[in-house]
């Protein structure tokens, strides 16, 4: 076991969770890793990701579960026995894009309890224990950081489900930084606009024309790399008097223009 600082972040093997990932093991932190997919899938990127330097662990989880939730943390407290970082970034789009008037209750349901009761109820198990820490090591410092999106402010009337979630995660993070803040515990949001992951591939035809029409004040898609490095400016404490701080990584798209 190392002395190093300990990450959680939720769908950390691939898309903007790898990126950051990448960021926090090149920051010197130890990272544990979930996704629902069998830790068999994801072999290769753990084994890339320990040439970083850092100690790697993966536990299949579903953060919609209350189960696999309290089970994960479990399994990080028994594998690393401490935590100083959560990424909130595991989400999903809805299955399929329907018109608010045509869209299913499934849908709204898994959605938003992947992308807000999920990183709603990780961030209330994580903090308890990191309260925990602190009460045993005062210099202990907590950060947790929700992958919001631009979606929060935006509306996309194909899916409605997904920006509720959205808002309700921004929500989310203002309460947990005004509840957390006396245990030195920093919640920030970082908010992604248009990013090449997976998520995005069955619409990258409509965005790379969006994008060539003047969507963002950068007419280019945003890498997952650029998400990464807001998240390991928050995880370096260089912002300690802004919580509950939204970083938008979206090339310029929310600010509004004539
Ligand atoms: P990807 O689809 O590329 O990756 C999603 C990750 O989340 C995967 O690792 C997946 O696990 C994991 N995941 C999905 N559902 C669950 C679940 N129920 N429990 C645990 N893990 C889960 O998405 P992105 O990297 O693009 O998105 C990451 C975050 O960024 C999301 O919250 C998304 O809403 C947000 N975002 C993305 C934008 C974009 O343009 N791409 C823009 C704005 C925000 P597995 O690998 O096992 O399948």
Redesign the pocket.
């Known amino acids: 076991m190392s002395g190093k600082q300990v990450a959680l972040i939720?769908?950390?093997?691939?898309?903007?969770?790898l990126a950051i990932a990448e960021a926090l093991a090149r920051e010197g932190l130890d990272l544990a890793l979930?996704?629902?997919?069998p830790a068999e899938a994801?072999g290769e990127v753990l084994t890339q990701l320990r040439t970083l330097g850092s100690e790697v662990a993966y536990f299949q989880?579903?953060?919609?579960q209350t189960a696999d939730r309290l089970r994960l943390l479990e399994e990080v407290r028994s594998r690393f026995g401490r935590l100083h970082v959560l990424v909130n970034?595991?989400?999903?789009?809805p299955p399929v894009r329907a018109d608010l008037l045509e869209a299913t209750e499934e849908s709204f349901d898994r959605v938003l309890a992947?992308?807000l009761k999920?990183p709603y109820f990780l961030t209330q198990q994580a903090a308890r224990w990191m309260i925990q820490q602190r009460q045993q090591d005062p210099d202990h410092q907590g950060t947790i950081i929700n992958?919001?999106?631009?979606?929060a402010t935006v509306i996309s009337t194909s899916r409605g489900e997904y920006c509720v979630s959205?808002a309700g995660l921004a929500m989310a993070t203002q309460l947990w930084a005004v509840r957390l803040a006396e245990f030195g515990i920093r919640v920030y949001e970082v908010r992604?606009?248009?990013?090449q992951?997976?998520?995005?591939v069955p619409v990258r035809e409509k965005y790379d024309r969006l994008l060539s029409e003047g969507l963002c004040v950068q007419a280019r898609w945003?890498m997952?790399e650029e998400v990464g490095r807001a998240a390991a400016m928050l995880v370096r404490g260089e912002l300690p008097y802004s919580p509950g701080l939204v970083v938008l990584v979206d090339g310029g798209l929310t600010i509004p223009r004539l």
């Open positions: 939720t769908g950390g093997t691939r898309g903007i969770g979930c996704g629902v997919r994801v989880a579903d953060v919609a970034n595991a989400g999903i789009a992947v992308n999920g992958i919001g999106s631009i979606s959205k992604p606009g248009i990013i992951t997976d998520m995005t945003g997952p």
